[in-house]
């Protein structure tokens, strides 16, 4: 257990709403990772950060943007949801002196 | 650029087979891990093991194995007597030594059946 959460767990969103999805971490990880997950695709990288207002861009960054004022909190907001950000989030972690990375529960978005 | 194939998109199985999960990869880089996790029913993403580069010596834990050969760029991923238990998709991925992004592949899905 890498004492990584992520919330909400399940969100319904209104096409144009804002959202904006949580990762908490207890272990105080410096480097701290947003996925989506959908068919066919696996898992694509979003945005990571590398420490505290440290972040840069994956491989499908448009359309979202990322915080970290806190090592603890790695937040992930969508200005404006679009029924293509319906998907499966997943937050993940890696410790300084690790080469993997360990994942939270995930959370699974409906943009309607 | 860097890719991650794997060409098996669905595997089913009966209890007790044994079953191979292949990975391929492409990279120019000499330097990188791969690694491979584990995504039951339940949904979370669980690590099972990280290789790097330089090491291909194979790897053994339970029934589960891996072999990693470069000649071949695959690291491939095997389970003997499969149990119900095993179902889930499974995800081969690759990361550089100089980039923190990890590349995942599309996953396999393993059905073991009673």
Redesign the interface.
């Known amino acids: 257990d890498a004492g990584i959460t992520q919330s909400p767990r399940h969100k319904v969103t209104e096409t144009g709403t804002p959202v904006t999805l949580r990762c908490h971490q207890t272990e105080n990880h410096r480097?701290m990772?947003w996925y989506r997950q959908d068919p066919?695709?696996?898992?694509?990288?979003i945005h990571?950060s590398?420490g505290v207002k440290d972040t840069d861009k994956?491989?499908v960054s448009d359309g979202y943007s990322v915080s970290r004022s806190k090592t603890e909190d790695f937040l992930l907001t969508l200005e404006s949801a679009t029924s293509s950000q319906t998907s499966?989030y997943?937050c993940a972690i890696?410790g300084p002196d690790s080469?993997?990375?360990?994942?939270g529960?995930?959370t699974r978005l409906t943009v309607t | 650029a860097q890719k991650?194939t794997q060409a098996q998109t669905e595997i089913s199985v009966v209890e007790k087979e044994d079953v191979t999960l292949d990975c391929v990869y492409e990279t120019r880089d000499t330097t990188y891990?791969l690694?491979w996790?584990k995504q039951p029913p339940s949904?979370?993403?669980v690590?099972l093991i990280?290789r790097?580069s330089f090491d291909e010596q194979n790897e053994i834990s339970g029934r589960y194995s891996w072999n990693f050969q470069k000649s071949t760029s695959s690291f491939n991923f095997t389970i003997t007597a499969s149990q119900v238990v095993d179902s889930a998709v499974y995800?081969c991925?690759f990361?550089s030594y100089n980039t923190?992004?990890?590349i995942?592949?599309?996953?396999t899905r393993l059905q073991v059946f009673p």
């Open positions: 480097y990772y066919g695709h696996g898992l694509r990288l990571y590398y994956g491989e499966v997943f890696r080469y993997e990375q360990y994942f529960p995930g | 991650v891990y690694f996790y949904g979370e993403l690590f990280r790097n995800f991925a990361r923190d992004k990890l995942f592949g599309t996953g």
